[in-house]
């Protein structure tokens, strides 16, 4: 007997106007388990998380889909009843937390908030239980760091503050975008394994957004690599980071650097750009950047099974 995954995704597309910019997107989450959504900029990572949360911005909208939660689909809540599901349930951890902190509001009040509107829990209460988030992420000296602003923060420690206050009501499903970006290399991989360590602690789906293969490498279970607006290829992490089938997948590995490569050699690049999503090529969207493509190609290929448990856009998959 199979359990229901934590988060279902179903065909969805996200438009701005006449434009969909998430097109017939489909993956899923289990709980416990962490799952790296991959693409350059402009691939639509965001946008997909936004969708999940039910935060696209105006005038984006939901075109079609279904968006299940633990067997219960999202777009069917009236946006009262959405707006609780926020912070409690499920709950983001935004990419620039400078810009997402409020600055005249200190680490401890904002920390405490979700508590107190969510769980009825009184200023006391939220903010002792702050203190105690802020030393489960690694804030130092968390009692007194309470009455911090965010300016008095460094960009790590304000980006630990955005991940205790989207963990403070223990939601089941936590979706972080970019969440490591700009900050130091040894702080990166500390808030990445705590990152994997929380979702393993307390069973919660975690759904991480990035550009970087080093962080599908130090986190990930399963990997969703997404182009143009449409996911290219799925695949539990070992297995594609071992052996990737789409080119758009294996440029994006050949463009890594090496850690602890001492070769002095200039990284090779994907040629051109992602595609605007009212300019998208004929069949193929990632044909005329590929050194593969055919003219079999001006066909758009299937989002096909290449393997058990993997799924592959391409007309030919290469090992």
């Given at each position: 007997?199979?359990?229901?995954?934590?988060?279902?995704?179903?065909?969805l597309t996200?438009?701005?106007?006449?434009?969909?910019?998430?097109?017939?997107?489909s993956?899923?989450?289990?709980?416990?388990?962490?799952?790296?959504?991959?693409g350059?900029?402009?691939?639509?990572?965001s946008?997909?998380?936004?969708?999940?949360?039910?935060?696209?911005?105006?005038?984006?909208?939901?075109?079609?889909?279904?968006?299940?939660?633990?067997?219960?689909?999202l777009?069917?809540?009236?946006?009262?009843?959405?707006?609780s599901?926020?912070?409690?349930?499920?709950?983001?951890?935004?990419?620039?937390?400078?810009?997402?902190?409020?600055?005249?509001?200190?680490?401890?009040?904002?920390?405490?908030?979700?508590?107190?509107?969510?769980?009825?829990?009184?200023?006391?209460?939220?903010?002792?239980?702050?203190?105690?988030?802020?030393?489960?992420?690694?804030?130092?000296?968390?009692g007194?760091?309470l009455?911090?602003?965010?300016?008095?923060?460094s960009?790590?420690?304000?980006?630990?503050?955005?991940?205790?206050?989207?963990?403070?009501?223990?939601?089941?499903?936590?979706?972080?975008?970019?969440?490591?970006?700009?900050?130091?290399?040894?702080?990166?991989?500390?808030i990445?394994?705590?990152?994997?360590?929380?979702?393993?602690?307390?069973n919660?789906?975690?759904?991480?957004?990035?550009?970087?293969?080093?962080?599908?490498?130090?986190?990930?279970?399963?990997v969703?690599?997404?182009?143009?607006?449409e996911?290219?290829?799925?695949?539990?992490?070992?297995?594609?980071?071992?052996r990737?089938?789409?080119?758009?997948?294996?440029?994006?590995?050949?463009?890594?650097?090496?850690?602890?490569?001492?070769?002095?050699?200039?990284?090779?690049?994907?040629?051109?750009n992602?595609?605007?999503?009212?300019a998208?090529?004929?069949?193929?969207?990632?044909?005329?950047?590929?050194?593969?493509?055919?003219?079999?190609?001006?066909?758009p290929?299937?989002f096909?099974?290449?393997?058990?448990?993997?799924?592959?856009?391409?007309?030919?998959?290469?090992?």
């Amino acid at each position: 007997m199979t359990t229901r995954p934590l988060l279902d995704v179903q065909d969805l597309t996200v438009s701005f106007g006449d434009t969909p910019v998430v097109r017939r997107v489909s993956f899923q989450l289990e709980k416990g388990r962490v799952l790296c959504l991959v693409g350059e900029s402009g691939s639509g990572k965001s946008m997909t998380a936004l969708s999940v949360i039910r935060l696209v911005p105006a005038p984006g909208h939901i075109a079609s889909g279904r968006l299940l939660f633990d067997g219960e689909d999202l777009l069917s809540l009236p946006e009262r009843e959405m707006r609780s599901r926020r912070g409690r349930d499920l709950s983001m951890i935004f990419q620039e937390p400078m810009t997402s902190l409020n600055p005249v509001l200190t680490i401890g009040r904002q920390i405490a908030e979700p508590l107190e509107i969510h769980q009825g829990l009184s200023r006391r209460e939220a903010l002792e239980r702050a203190a105690e988030l802020m030393e489960l992420v690694g804030i130092p000296d968390p009692g007194r760091r309470l009455g911090d602003y965010p300016h008095q923060f460094s960009g790590g420690m304000r980006q630990r503050a955005m991940i205790a206050m989207a963990l403070a009501c223990s939601p089941r499903l936590l979706l972080a975008d970019e969440p490591t970006t700009a900050l130091d290399i040894t702080i990166q991989g500390q808030i990445l394994r705590l990152l994997g360590l929380l979702a393993r602690e307390r069973n919660m789906g975690t759904l991480l957004i990035t550009h970087d293969l080093g962080v599908v490498a130090e986190t990930a279970d399963d990997v969703a690599v997404m182009y143009a607006g449409e996911l290219v290829e799925t695949a539990p992490a070992a297995e594609l980071l071992a052996r990737p089938l789409h080119p758009y997948t294996q440029a994006l590995m050949t463009c890594a650097p090496l850690v602890g490569s001492h070769e002095r050699r200039r990284l090779p690049s994907i040629p051109g750009n992602v595609p605007l999503p009212s300019a998208l090529p004929e069949g193929c969207s990632f044909r005329p950047r590929c050194s593969r493509a055919a003219r079999q190609c001006l066909q758009p290929p299937a989002f096909a099974e290449a393997a058990p448990g993997r799924r592959v856009r391409c007309w030919f998959p290469e090992d």
